[in-house]
T-cell receptor
C-alpha cells in the first residue's frame, strides 16, 4: 500500500541551528512529493514540491528538500531556523491522477 | 476572498445531530477533497471527487457523506454526529492539468473545527 512516513513526532532545535525533518515514502513508482507547514491554528501552506528532474528542491521561507530515490526519502532541511519556524510539518505524496497521502506530521519546537 | 472557503469556521454540536460542513472554491479546479486532522494522526482522507459526477470514499468514510453540488461546491455531512468525530476538517482542491513546472498542487481551506458533545 502507498504510504508516507515521518519517523519523528517531535523535533527540538535551538534557534540558529540547522534542521532536517525526515520523510520516507512507499510507492510503486516515484510519486509527486510535497512538504506542507501548519502553524498553530492555521491551515496548511505549501513549502515546496518535487515532480521530477533536479533532486534538490528549493522552497519558500528558506527551506529545501532533497529527493533520494535509493533511500525512498524526501527530507526537508533549513540551514538556520528561526523561532517563527515552530510549527507542524507534513510530508505528502501523490501518484499522478490519484489523491494525496499525508504523513502523520512532525512538530518542530524551537529553543531560544 | 480566499480561494477555498470553508463554513463554518467553528461548530459545536450535540451527539446525534446532523451537521453539514460546506466548502466552496474559486480556483476552477475539478478535484475536491475532504480531510480530517487529529493530533498525532496527520490528515486522513474522508471523501474525494474528481468531477461533479464522481464521488469516491477515502480511508475513513464511515459516518460521513458528501454532496458535490457544482464544480465549485463540495459539502460534507455527518448524519448523526458522535464525539469521536470531533476534529479539524479541511477541504482542498487540485487540478492535475496545470503545468508541472507551474502551479500544480493542492489548495487548502482554513479548516472547520468541529466539536461534538
Amino acid at each position: 500500500a502507498q504510504s508516507v512516513t515521518q519517523p519523528d513526532i517531535h523535533i527540538t532545535v535551538s534557534e540558529g541551528a540547522s534542521l532536517e525533518l525526515r520523510c520516507n515514502y512507499s510507492y510503486g513508482a516515484t510519486p509527486y512529493l510535497f512538504w506542507y507547514v501548519q502553524s498553530p491554528g492555521q491551515g496548511l501552506q505549501l513549502l515546496l514540491k518535487y515532480f521530477s528532474g533536479d533532486t534538490l528542491v528549493q522552497g519558500i521561507k528558506g527551506f529545501e528538500a532533497e529527493f533520494k530515490r535509493s533511500q525512498s526519502s524526501f527530507n526537508l532541511r533549513k540551514p538556520s531556523v528561526h523561532w517563527s519556524d515552530a510549527a507542524e510539518y507534513f510530508c505528502a505524496g501523490e501518484n499522478r491522477d490519484d489523491k494525496i497521502i499525508f504523513g502523520k506530521g512532525t512538530r518542530l519546537h524551537i529553543l531560544p | 476572498d480566499a480561494d477555498v472557503t470553508q463554513t463554518p469556521r467553528n461548530r459545536i454540536t450535540k451527539t446525534g445531530k446532523r451537521i453539514m460542513l460546506e466548502c466552496s472554491q474559486t480556483k476552477g479546479h475539478d478535484r475536491m477533497y475532504w480531510y480530517r486532522q487529529d493530533p498525532g494522526l496527520g490528515l486522513r482522507l474522508i471523501y474525494y471527487s474528481f468531477d461533479v459526477k464522481d464521488i469516491n470514499k477515502g480511508e475513513i468514510s464511515d459516518g460521513y457523506s458528501v454532496s458535490r453540488q457544482a464544480q465549485a461546491k463540495f459539502s460534507l455531512s455527518l448524519e448523526s454526529a458522535i464525539p469521536n468525530q470531533t476534529a479539524l476538517y479541511f477541504c482542498a482542491t487540485s487540478d492535475p492539468s496545470t503545468d508541472e513546472a507551474g502551479n500544480y498542487g493542492y489548495t487548502f481551506g482554513s479548516g472547520t473545527r468541529l466539536t461534538v458533545v
